[in-house]
């Protein structure tokens, strides 16, 4: 069983910033790649950031922007969203696979105005 509880999400102008964080129990993170992907209304699922054991990788749309990192002690991933634009806004979801079973969390809205 594991459980991913995603938290940070709301309300900001464009430029503005947040901090998503994905919190995970069942599980530790430390050795898991540790996906963010987005959703809005009417859209396909997209994908924002991966922290492997090693780093972060990033669409290019969210390159130089966005940030992933991971806190092993808290197990915790969090996604740092700077220069924040309209086209952002979307349902985030952080993921994770475990013997072959992809998990998801809730999602936590963001939306930014323009």
């Known amino acids: 069983q594991v459980q991913l509880v995603e938290s940070g999400g709301g309300l900001v102008q464009a430029g503005g910033s947040l901090r998503l964080s994905c919190a995970a129990s069942g599980r530790t993170f430390s050795s898991y790649t540790v996906d963010w992907f987005r959703q809005a209304p009417g859209k396909e699922r997209e994908f924002v950031a991966r922290i492997t054991w090693n780093g972060g990788s990033y669409a290019d749309s969210v390159k130089g922007r966005f940030t992933i990192s991971r806190d092993n002690a808290k197990n915790t991933v969090y996604l740092q969203m700077n220069s924040l634009k309209p086209e952002d806004t979307a349902v985030y979801y952080c993921?994770?696979?475990?013997?072959?079973?992809?998990?998801w969390g809730q999602g936590t809205q963001v939306t930014v105005s323009s």
């Open positions: 993921g994770i696979r475990v013997a072959g079973t992809d998990y």
